[in-house]
C-alpha cells in the first residue's frame, strides 16, 4: 500500500510544512505547527491527496440577496416562458425538431433585445452570415443592431466575445461548434458537453446571457448526452406540426421561473407572430357539435388553455384492434379504455380508436381523462355533445373521480369564450363557478349517466 503523507500547517498562519518543527520560518511563532489528517486517505493521482485548498465563504438562508434584474426580449410570449424576461448570466438551451422554427424565433428575439440598445450577437455555425440577413429581410429586421458571425471554432468565439462584451449571445448550434483541445468530430459526446461546459462558465463569469440551439433526436429529446440539459439554467422545447401553424414553445427546466410554462405562436409569412389569446385560436376552425369532439380546459403552465380532443372509433377488421393517438400519452389511453370497460361497462374490444388533440397541441395532465373518456364514449355511441360545454377531471382506476387544481381558472376561461356548462368531479370545492352551470359527478359511470343517459354496453 502507498505510504499516507502527513501534513503538518501553522495554526497562526495557515503556512504548510513536510514536516514538524518548534518554530514556523513563515510568522516565527513557536509551537503553532499541527499535523492534520489529509482530505483523502489515497495516493495522489488516484484520489484529490493530502493537499488542502483554500476555505470557502459560507452564508445562511437569511442573507439579503437583491431581486435577479431581467431584460424583455420584446416578445412577450418568450418573456412569459423564460419566467419574466432574460436573467444575467443565465445559460438558455432551446431544442426542437428541424425546421420548426428555432432560428426564426431566437433572430426575432435578438433582434428586438438589439433594438432596446442592448448589444447581441448571433453566431451560427450552420449559415453563413448572407443567410441569416436574407431572413432577416424578410422579417423585415434589417435595422435592428445585431452583429453576425460564422464561426465553428470555440477558441476564436469565446475570444471574440471577451472583446466584445455583450448583453446576449446565441449560439446556433451547439452540435456544430467543436474545441481544439478534443480529438473527437464535433457533435460528438465529449464535444457537446465541453463545449457546453465552456459557454456555460462563461455566461456565469462574465454576466452575459447565453442562449444554445440543440438538435433533437426522433424522440424529440435534446441530441448528445442529457448532462447538457444539466448544465444550463433553462431548457426550453419548441414544438409543433410542420403542416400545422401554431407553434408552442415549452420550458421544461427554469431556475428563474416556473417550469411547464408554455408560449403560443403562429406561424406566418413574415415569422412567427405571437398569440395572446390561444384558447380562441385553439377553437376558432372548430365546428359545429359532432360525435367524439368534446372541449376540455386545461391548465398549461400558468395558463388556462382549452383545447377540442377528437375520437373516432370503428369496427375493426384486424385481429388486433387499432390504437392511435396524437397528442396525448397512448398508456393512459388505455388505462381509459381499461376503466371505462371494467367500471362502467361500456366495452371496445374489437373497434379501432383513433384520439387526437386538435391544433397540434401536447397534453400531459390528467385532467384530461374524464374529456377522452366523454370522447370516447361520445364517438362510440355517434352521439353529439352540446356545444357550449366543457368537462374536465381525472379518472382513478377505481372508476372514481379525483379532484383538479385551479378548477376556477378553468371555469372563467371557458365563460370568456362564451361555453355556459361544465362536468367537474364532485370532490372539488369551488369558491364561484364564474356564471356557469358546473354538474359534480362521483364516478365515471355517474357521469355516462348524466351525459348520455342509460346506454347499452
Known amino acids: 500500500m502507498a505510504k499516507q503523507t502527513l501534513a503538518f500547517t501553522c495554526s497562526a498562519c495557515g503556512a504548510s510544512h513536510k514536516k514538524w518543527a518548534g518554530r514556523c520560518d513563515t510568522c516565527g511563532e513557536w509551537n503553532s505547527i499541527q499535523e492534520e489528517a489529509p482530505l483523502a486517505a489515497g495516493p495522489k493521482g488516484k484520489t484529490i491527496g493530502a493537499a488542502k485548498g483554500r476555505k470557502i465563504e459560507l452564508s445562511d438562508l437569511t442573507t439579503k440577496d437583491a431581486p435577479l434584474p431581467r431584460s424583455n426580449c420584446g416578445i412577450e410570449e418568450l418573456d412569459r416562458v423564460l419566467g419574466g424576461g432574460l436573467v444575467p448570466a443565465s445559460a438558455i438551451l432551446v431544442g426542437g425538431d428541424p425546421g420548426i422554427g428555432k432560428s426564426t424565433l431566437l433572430l426575432q428575439a435578438t433582434a428586438k433585445f438589439a433594438l432596446t440598445g442592448k448589444k447581441a450577437i ?55 461548434m467543436w474545441v481544439d483541445h478534443i480529438d473527437s468530430a464535433p457533435g460528438s459526446v465529449s464535444q457537446v458537453r465541453a463545449v457546453a461546459h465552456e459557454l456555460t462558465t462563461f455566461a456565469k463569469k462574465r454576466g452575459v446571457a447565453v442562449i444554445l440551439v440543440g438538435h433533437v433526436t426522433k424522440d424529440g429529446q435534446i441530441a448528445g448526452p442529457r448532462v447538457v440539459e444539466h448544465m444550463v439554467d433553462t431548457v426550453l422545447y419548441f414544438e409543433g406540426e410542420r403542416g400545422h401553424q401554431f407553434r408552442i414553445l415549452r420550458a421544461v427546466k427554469n431556475r428563474f421561473g416556473p417550469a411547464d410554462e408554455i408560449g403560443v405562436f403562429q406561424m406566418t409569412g413574415s415569422g412567427l407572430e405571437e398569440v395572446t389569446n390561444p384558447s380562441a385560436l385553439f377553437l376558432s376552425d372548430r365546428e359545429k357539435p359532432a360525435p367524439g369532439s368534446v372541449v376540455f380546459a386545461g391548465i398549461e403552465g400558468t395558463r388556462p388553455l382549452l383545447v377540442e380532443i377528437q375520437a373516432l372509433v370503428a369496427q375493426s377488421a384486424l385481429a388486433n384492434a387499432r390504437r392511435t393517438v396524437v397528442g396525448w400519452d397512448s398508456g393512459r389511453l388505455s388505462m381509459i379504455l381499461a376503466v371505462l370497460e371494467s367500471r362502467a361497462g361500456v366495452s371496445f374490444a374489437g373497434m379501432d380508436v383513433y384520439l387526437n388533440v386538435a391544433g397540434g397541441m401536447r397534453i400531459s395532465e390528467p385532467a384530461a381523462d374524464l374529456a377522452v373518456a366523454a370522447a370516447l364514449i361520445s364517438a362510440r355511441l355517434d352521439m353529439s355533445l352540446p356545444g357550449d360545454l366543457v368537462i374536465f377531471g381525472e379518472i382513478s382506476l377505481s372508476g372514481g373521480l379525483r379532484p383538479i387544481s385551479q378548477a376556477e381558472a378553468r371555469l372563467k376561461e371557458a365563460k370568456k369564450l362564451g361555453f355556459s356548462g361544465a362536468f367537474a368531479p364532485s370532490r372539488m370545492k369551488l369558491a364561484s363557478t364564474s356564471g356557469m352551470t358546473v354538474k359534480k359527478v362521483n364516478d365515471v359511470a355517474t357521469f355516462i349517466t348524466d351525459c348520455f343517459g342509460d346506454i347499452e354496453a
Open 122 to 176: 448571433y453566431v451560427s455555425g450552420e449559415e453563413a452570415a448572407s443567410q441569416i440577413r436574407m431572413r432577416a429581410q424578410r422579417l423585415g429586421l434589417t435595422k435592428a443592431p445585431v452583429q453576425l458571425a460564422s464561426e465553428t471554432n470555440l477558441r476564436d468565439i469565446l475570444t471574440t466575445l471577451e472583446a466584445e462584451r455583450p448583453d446576449l449571445v446565441v449560439i446556433d448550434s451547439i452540435q456544430t
